[in-house]
């Protein structure tokens, strides 16, 4: 009886039980994968099962029409915008005219202050006049 062929015949299940492992260990990593993708949002996960659907158009259009329903009914619950507060012409013109008398209180005030604050010129020394004038 040749040795070699028992020694192949027993590595042959080792391997097939090793291939084995291996692949479920890949299941689950991969499936560890996917959930680390759905965590981020990276839209990428993969998803096993049935193919995506498709709608036909009459579908898609009955289910647009069922929408816009939905929202006329929540529109309609919803009260209108209060209307807006309009002012006078006289009221306009009473606030203008206090506008324009504060500033001209502050114009007034600011006036005065650079007045107090504007330093009197002095006449120059009389040897700068001398040389000046020479």
Known sequence: MPRGRTKLAVDTAMLEAALIGFEQ???EIDEKINGIRGQIGSGAAMTVGAPKRTLSLAARRRIAA???RRWAAVKAQSKPPAAARTMSAAARNR???AQRKRWAEIKKAEARKTVA???ARKAPAPEKAAAAAS
Request: hydrophobic fraction near 50%; proline fraction near 8%.
């Open 25 to 27: 260990m890949k299941k």
């Open 66 to 68: 069922a929408q816009r």
């Open 95 to 97: 606030i203008a005219a």
């Open 117 to 119: 604050k504007a330093p």
